[in-house]
């Protein structure tokens, strides 16, 4: 493993990106199950363990730890303890500044990321207010469509206990 990060970068910076992209789009899409999260999680943890040299790491620390930073900042989701186990593992094998560091740098690029999102949400709402008045009519129609739903659900549960 280690003869591969040291001749090839690129294609191991390329390999961790697209390794934390799958967690990421997991999550976004489908929280609820965490089978890739999880391989994710356990890669990570089998890639710190198979570096004696863990100075090569570091360029790729803080893209590694964005996904577990997230599961274990959320403490409830279904693979919470997978990432908390290798969080402390991570902190066994790096060191605990080391880890700080990176999970400080997570933290800062997920904060940054969405204050310009919020940026460029209030922008184009003023850029153009009559897509923004749309899409507040159809999140409007949507509260309104799952009140409804909610409603018939108790009422239906209300007449099988009666």
């Given at each position: 493993?280690?003869?591969?990060?040291?001749?090839?970068?690129?294609?191991?910076?390329?390999?961790?990106?697209?390794m934390?992209?799958?967690?990421?789009?997991?999550?976004?899409?489908?929280?609820?199950?965490?089978?890739?999260?999880?391989?994710?999680?356990?890669?990570?943890?089998?890639?710190?363990?198979?570096?004696?040299?863990?100075?090569?790491?570091?360029?790729?620390l803080?893209?590694?730890v964005?996904?577990?930073?997230?599961?274990?900042?959320?403490?409830?989701?279904?693979?919470?303890?997978?990432?908390?186990?290798?969080?402390?593992?991570?902190?066994?094998?790096?060191?605990?500044?080391?880890?700080?560091?990176?999970?400080?740098?997570?933290?800062?690029?997920?904060?940054?990321?969405?204050?310009?999102?919020?940026?460029?949400?209030?922008?184009?709402?003023?850029?153009?207010?009559?897509?923004?008045?749309?899409?507040?009519?159809?999140?409007?129609?949507?509260?309104?469509?799952?009140?409804?739903?909610?409603?018939?659900?108790?009422?239906?549960?209300?007449?099988?206990?009666?």
């Amino acid at each position: 493993i280690n003869a591969r990060v040291r001749g090839a970068s690129s294609s191991a910076q390329d390999l961790v990106h697209k390794m934390v992209s799958v967690a990421n789009v997991e999550a976004s899409q489908n929280p609820t199950v965490a089978l890739k999260r999880g391989l994710v999680f356990k890669w990570t943890g089998a890639l710190v363990n198979g570096i004696e040299d863990h100075s090569l790491l570091t360029p790729y620390l803080s893209t590694l730890v964005g996904p577990l930073h997230r599961e274990v900042k959320n403490d409830q989701g279904p693979v919470y303890e997978l990432a908390s186990e290798v969080v402390n593992f991570l902190r066994t094998k790096l060191g605990n500044e080391v880890l700080s560091a990176a999970l400080i740098a997570a933290e800062k690029s997920r904060t940054v990321k969405k204050i310009k999102r919020k940026r460029e949400a209030a922008l184009s709402a003023i850029a153009n207010p009559e897509t923004q008045t749309k899409k507040k009519v159809k999140m409007n129609l949507a509260k309104r469509e799952k009140k409804k739903e909610k409603y018939k659900m108790l009422k239906a549960k209300q007449y099988k206990t009666l």
